[in-house]
């Protein structure tokens, strides 16, 4: 039984977050205008329309089961990527021809950040690419920034509520990171299929590089290529991000156990003011992490579909 809904509640997630990063770029598609900005409007309608299914899975008794630990980290991711649509919605729906707010120049700064990467590295003609850039890069950074929050503020929120064993940080979840590599590796084959025809992608899969008569050995060596994409991509961003708030934690243990009283002692003081510098210089460092891992798979992901429209 345990087993079961363990099973069951990582297909939710693995099949909610890659619906979700889908669903938002396909939207975002939809509803864009020729100047971009509005190219994101509706770039997390997927997400959102999920953060209803999940919420039923929100009620949470002491004794959590590991689907409804999962469902609280899509939660998260749901709501961030929520977070990011309705902001960009707002700005597309405020864009002015005149003298752009603050927050209207940092959306056209951000959608001109991403068309340039794209540019650069995709040479095909594709109106998908840039959106879905641009939602990998916003909604990975926003599950990133989680991490810069105290790590048992949301947490012990979350006890006074009733709700234990809460997860804050989407991308330390390896069910989040595979389901976003996951949604790319899909992409990459639509990507290789429409480019290269099935008749194309079939030979490059069976006959290259050396040949029909080592077919088993192109084979092998295509599926591990293959497979090796969306690993990396969920492990790297799963790695730093884990290591990143077990970090956050170790610091934090510098003052465990110590009350407001107890911080009146010379010793106690000195833990919290060594607690206090390191995790501000952490932190600070942190914020180049996060912004640097969203960066690396929304250029990894942009590289690789466009290796996938490439014949080789």
């Not at 105290?150 to 809460?166: A, N, S, W």
């Not at 079939?202 to 088993?216: D, N, Q, S, V, Y």
Request: aromatic share 12%.
């Amino acid at each position: 039984m345990f087993q079961s809904m363990r099973k069951s509640a990582m297909r939710l997630v693995l099949i909610q977050a890659a619906a979700g990063i889908l669903a938002g770029a396909f939207a975002g598609l939809m509803f864009g205008s020729a100047a971009g900005a509005a190219a994101l409007s509706g770039a997390g309608i997927g997400l959102a329309g999920s953060l209803f299914m999940v919420a039923g899975l929100l009620r949470v008794r002491a004794d959590a089961t590991p689907g409804q630990m999962l469902a609280r980290v899509l939660f998260y991711s749901v709501l961030l990527g929520a977070l990011f649509a309705g902001s960009f919605y707002f700005a597309a729906r405020r864009a002015t021809a005149g003298v752009p707010g603050r927050w209207q120049s940092f959306v056209e700064m951000m959608v001109d950040f991403v068309n340039t990467q794209v540019k650069d590295a995709y040479h095909g003609p594709s109106k998908l690419l840039a959106p879905l850039a641009l939602t990998i890069f916003c909604w990975v950074f926003l599950m990133n920034f989680m991490d810069l929050v105290p790590v048992d503020l949301l947490p012990r929120i979350g006890e006074l509520m009733g709700i234990k064993y809460m997860k804050v940080v989407p991308s330390t979840d390896l069910n989040i990171t595979f389901g976003l590599s996951i949604a790319v590796f899909l992409l990459i084959i639509v990507f290789s299929i429409r480019a290269k025809g099935l008749g194309g992608f079939g030979r490059e899969i069976f006959f290259k590089p050396f040949g029909k008569w080592l077919l088993p050995f192109n084979v092998t060596l295509k599926v591990v290529e293959e497979l090796a994409k969306p690993m990396s991509l969920a492990l790297r961003l799963f790695g730093n991000l884990y290591a990143g708030e077990l970090i956050f934690i170790l610091i934090a243990l510098f003052t465990l156990g110590n009350t407001l009283t107890s911080l009146v002692t010379s010793a106690a003081a000195f833990s919290f003011l060594v607690q206090f510098v390191l995790g501000l210089a952490w932190a600070l460092f942190h914020i180049l992490v996060i912004t640097l891992q969203a960066f690396i798979f929304m250029m990894l992901t942009i590289v690789y579909l466009s290796m996938a429209s490439e014949e080789h």
